[in-house]
């Protein structure tokens, strides 16, 4: 039996396509115990993820961890599934549509057809799966591949592992598309814009906070220490932000959240920072988290009831989360312009070029016969 895949039916007359392939962490299949467990196990599992020695991780994760936290995280999950289903995945499956439909626009007024690029979304751990998402691409036609991860700060734990599902994949195909990788666009203008933008458009609706805090995931330290330029990332979108909204250093911080285990992680965090700003007398805060392209358990539930609850406990007022930026216009824009840009090249050649060519040869031979 072969260890690769089978591979699309190819024809020579059938025009190539170009591919973008979206990738986000994942969701469970359902707010419940068992799907829970198999999300977590999956993810937990990842060395990119927990860079503990293997053999005490897997002892600790499959003898304590799976049996406690699966039905702690189902009832989070409760809390903020939709009737469509995880909000995440519904979010990124808008996004993945409303990308395809930008970049058929944009194709169409550089004068190529409006399909020649194929969109697809793969999430790392969970369904679809990265490897589903590139056989779909090679089925419709794709033999090179943009992939687009949509974690804007790289972070080993969240860019790398998304790769190395790619490269795994790909490990099992006999045909390999030539790739591309965008591994980060923590300043990219136009995901700063859609920022500033989504927050300005909430702040004219809602009025404006004593202070913005932008909390980003966290990583542990140790991640810092050894070469990962996440923290540093993170701390530039916050102040690209900030300047393009007009705030002085006072009116923002940047934090830090999502922390498990006992270890230090990338400080100041998010929590204790809500509570510490109550403390001092703030009566409203605003939270944005510009590291999740779209709305999810960290930023529905941590965020938006956990947070919230713990800064008004704490004798704070008045407590906003600002959505993510899910389908804004503005950043569906930008994650166009963003692929385009690192298409590159790969939009010189009209994708029917080959296949035009070869019918005005057999047209040429077949007159010739007759």
């Known amino acids: ?71 702690r995280s189902a009832q989070r999950y409760a809390a903020v599934w939709t009737k469509d289903g995880s909000p995440l995945l519904v979010h990124s499956q808008r996004q993945r549509a409303l990308l395809l439909g930008y970049l058929g626009q944009r194709l169409k007024a550089l004068g190529l057809p409006s399909d020649y690029v194929q969109v697809e979304l793969g999430m790392c751990y969970g369904e679809p799966s990265t490897a589903e998402a590139l056989q779909r691409l090679r089925a419709g036609g794709c033999d090179r591949v943009l992939v687009l991860p949509l974690y804007p700060q790289y972070a080993a734990s969240t860019t790398a592992a998304a790769l190395d599902r790619v490269f795994a994949a790909m490990r099992r195909m006999r045909r390999m598309p030539a790739l591309r990788v965008v591994d980060s666009y923590y300043d990219d203008a136009g995901y ?90 703030l009566r409203r805060v605003d939270v944005a988290c510009p590291g999740f392209a779209a709305d999810c358990l960290e930023t529905l539930e941590e965020i938006a009831l956990e947070a919230k609850t713990a800064f008004l406990n704490a004798g704070g007022r008045e407590f906003h989360a600002i959505p993510c930026l899910n389908e804004h216009p503005a950043w569906i824009a930008a994650l166009a312009d963003l692929a385009l840009k690192n298409l590159g090249g790969w939009l010189d050649s009209p994708p029917d070029a080959a296949a035009r060519e070869l019918t005005q040869t057999r047209a040429k031979s077949l007159g010739a016969a007759a």
Not at 1 to 20: C, I, N, Q, W, Y
Not at 235 to 248: I, P, S
Not at 265 to 270: E, F, G, I, V
Request: charged share 20%; net charge positive; hydrophobic share 40%.
């Open 1 to 71: 039996m072969s260890r690769f895949l089978p591979e699309p039916a190819f024809s020579h007359d059938k025009a190539t396509r170009l591919g973008v392939l979206l990738l986000n962490l994942g969701t469970p299949d359902a707010p419940t115990t068992s799907a829970v467990r198999r999300f977590l196990s999956e993810f937990l599992s990842d060395p990119r993820v927990v860079e503990i020695p293997r053999v005490a991780w897997v002892a600790l994760l499959h003898g304590v961890i799976l049996r406690v936290r699966p039905a």
């Open 192 to 281: 700063i814009a859609a920022l500033v933008q989504s927050i300005n458009e909430y702040w004219v609706k809602h009025g404006r906070p004593d202070k913005l805090v932008l909390s980003f995931h966290g990583v542990p330290r140790q991640t810092l220490d050894r070469g990962d330029p996440y923290h540093c990332h993170c701390q530039k979108t916050g102040r690209l932000v900030a300047l393009e909204l007009g705030l002085k250093p006072e009116q923002f911080a940047v934090t830090f959240q999502s922390r498990f285990g006992r270890g230090e992680w990338l400080k100041p965090y998010t929590e204790p920072t809500l509570v510490a700003l109550a403390r001092e007398g």
